[in-house]
């Protein structure tokens, strides 16, 4: 139910008032979400245990655009793909595939990626998304999150000092130029639409 707190976000421009073409809609987007986040994973650079990659802007994009209810149900797809075998991470099917890959050295990201889209998400429904400051601000708390879900269970496979090692402070700066991009794009695509009444 809607309150007095909640925007539509970028997507609701594209979303059907109501009905069946509002969930085909809805799916539809889920779907193009996890082909962008597939592809995310797969533009790479080849570190380690943990590699750098696109996901962080696609989560990102992705839940400031959908808002947190579509946002979260995408990346739970997302993770369902991976769980029956698709080689939509980025280190499928290379070092693994499905249930065995997610318990793997990036499974504390894949989980923090929900967690990520929901606090982004969060944001945009409440009219974030218009202002790169606020929309900032949530998507580091975001970010630091996700890293610190990713952190915990790394260290629980390869120790704490090797986990800050190979899994955080390589993409520290990366990953602050990621989340700068996604808080500045979605302010200035809503800038560019004409004002609504
Ligand atoms: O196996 C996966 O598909 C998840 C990979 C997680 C990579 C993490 S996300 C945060 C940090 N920033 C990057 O560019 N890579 C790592």
């Known amino acids: 139910m809607a309150t007095a707190t909640t925007m539509r976000p970028l997507v609701s421009l594209a979303l059907p008032d109501q009905g069946a073409a509002r969930l085909a809609t809805q799916l539809f987007l889920a779907l193009v979400g996890t082909l962008l986040l597939t592809l995310s994973a797969k533009t790479k650079v080849v570190l ?3 590699d750098i990659s696109l996901q962080t802007l696609a989560v990102l994009l992705i839940a400031s655009a959908f808002g947190m209810r579509l946002a979260v149900a995408t990346l739970i ?19 693994g595939i499905g249930i065995a890959y997610m318990l793997g050295s990036t ?9 990520m889209a929901a606090i982004a998400g969060w944001a945009a429904d409440r009219g974030w998304d218009r ?7 949530a998507m580091l708390a975001a970010e630091i999150v996700m890293m610190a879900m990713g952190f915990a269970w790394l260290a629980v496979l390869i120790g704490p000092e090797k ?9 520290i700066a990366g990953d602050l ?9 979605v302010p200035a695509v809503w800038a560019l639409l004409p004002k609504r009444p």
């Open 48 to 50: 380690g245990p943990v």
């Open 131 to 137: 202002h790169p400051g606020k929309l900032f601000g």
């Open 107 to 115: 499974g504390g990201y894949l989980a923090g990626f929900v967690v």
């Open 163 to 171: 986990s800050w090692q190979f899994g955080v402070a390589p993409f």
């Open 177 to 185: 130029i990621k989340v700068a991009l996604a808080a500045s794009l």
């Open 77 to 95: 797809l997302y993770l369902a793909e991976g769980a029956i075998g698709l080689p939509v991470f980025q280190g499928t099917p290379e070092k």
